[in-house]
């Protein structure tokens, strides 16, 4: 579904990146962990061209995109195209702060697809009871509360009908108590064979979920497995050393 090819990244003379390389199969779950600073939001946004890549490749189902060459219109069209069919949700929500619930889910669809408005809108309520806000569409981002108004931002990926999921700490800007219900809209995504990449420290999450937990640090991948290996049996020291220090 996703593959990574050989991406490096570097901010001026900062090598985010080192040379990136990760497939994602359709309906895997892949959690991503690693310090503040290894680069795992930088390796979300390359694979949507948020981040321009300084070279590798990013396919996605049937499209693929080299980074470093210069725009032009085709390569425009692919780019657009991929970030069509992607859903991302951020730490921050990012909703409109002048539209309800229900009006950020439709958004995507009319402007985007050139939906129907009323189709939208159809799809948008289904996405909305789907996520458990059935009874706020009506409300604006500042009337709900924050797992509330990430689980809109969930509804509003989905209604791109993206092929993937990109997930960047979804739930750190959330209070304790909030972190649950979005996890659990995540992990009833996944049941349904959503494929997604999840950037996040909720280990519960990841022991769960997770088909394959990628250790991430200095802009490699130090180390992947399955859930169990990583945190029952991690090989390299870094690894260990971070599950030390974050549990
Ligand atoms: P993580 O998400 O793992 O915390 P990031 O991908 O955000 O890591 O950042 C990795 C490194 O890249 C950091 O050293 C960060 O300061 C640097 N970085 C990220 N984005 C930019 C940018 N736009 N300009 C310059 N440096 C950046
Ligand atoms: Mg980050």
Redesign the pocket.
Known sequence: MVSVQNIKKS??N?I?LQDINLTVNKSEVVVIM??????????LRCITFLEEPDTGIIKLGENEVIAGFKPNKKRKSSIRELRQNTGFVFQQFNLFPHKTALENVMEGPIVIKKMDRQEAKEKAKVLLNKVGLGDRMDHYPAKLSGGQQQRVAIARALSMEPMVMLYDEPTSALDPELVREVLLVMKELAKEGMTMVV?THEMGFAKDVADRVIF?DDGMIVEEGSSDQIFNRPREERTKRFLRDVS
């Open positions: 901010f001026d900062n985010v690693g310090p503040s600073g290894s680069g795992k939001s930088t390796l950037v991430m």
